[in-house]
């Protein structure tokens, strides 16, 4: 089952989710090689059991076996792992203690239960025996039994159960099935015809990072390196120009734009500008005929006024002739002054005579 040593894991810069940011011992590796923590794997595992990475959205299908799918995923290290400070099965890891997977302190581990699975301290496996959900696990002692010592002398960063028979540890690796396989595992009838092909996980792992590490080697020495470090600079400059490019139509877009808008303001100011002069030229000759009329109605009002008040009969007849013709001038005026001389209509062309071109 996997285990955590501290005095390892601690030295490595663990990588942070790329969900949540934040850095965890339960980082587990996704088939996009991105880093995600357990509790936001959890959070977006579909129905289908696929695994879809919050950081570039692949899909990772979860593992069908074991308890635990989610813990049976590769866990992720950071770049002390990939400079060698665990996977490389030294003497001096191996004789790094057991510590206790609950403690923020490093406790040491006093029992294992391969049913989680963890390492406890005497504290936490009172606890965990205490507890409805996980009382009746099996505790192994990793020091008072010989199943226990044997777990406790094969921990490994990179240990996991075997998700058939729960108290053993992947010991081995079957080239021929690809499985990770514990010692059990190697006897069963699904094994035992291709048994020269059961190699240790060291011997595996030793083999694949040699194979991996000149496929890298290859790949660093080839010309497909170069090629996506031209492919990055291509596309570098592309985006800078064109950035540069819409900066430069953008200031063009406003220029003619200004210049539209200062055009449309001079056609504006010239167009008030004829309205008014056309005001005056209709206003004068109606201003003119509301003299006239005024001047007919006053004296109307007038030739009323002197009829009814004159009482000299030598008046009267000096002023008949005088009276009739300002009577037979009311008709006129009357006749000919009943509509406005000039047309309130105004007519002007509004439209300004330029062309909107798209740039």
Known sequence: FPVSRRSIMSSMSRPACVACKKTSRQGKLLRCLHTVCVGCIEERVQRSGAIVCPHCTAETPAPSVGKDPIQCLPNSYGAAASAGVVGRGDESNCAAPVLCDECFEDTAATVACPDCPSHLCQLHANSHQASRKTRTHKLIDLHGSEEGSAV??????????CTIHKSKLLVSYCRQCKELVCETCVGNVD?????????????????????LEGELEAFNGSSAGGQLETGLGNVGMAIRELNDRTEHVSGEVCDYFDGAIRSLEKRRDMLLE????LRLQKRQPLEEQVKRLSHCQEQGQRVVSLVKECCNGCDMLKMSDWVQEAMREQRQVAKDQTQPCVSSHLFFNTLVDSKLTLL
């Open 274 to 277: 004829n309205l008014d002069r």
């Open 191 to 211: 094994h035992v015809a291709h048994k020269e092909h059961v190699v240790s996980i060291d011997d595996a792992a030793t083999e694949t990072r040699r194979v």
């Open 152 to 161: 406790a002398a094969t921990v490994s960063p990179l240990g996991y159960p």
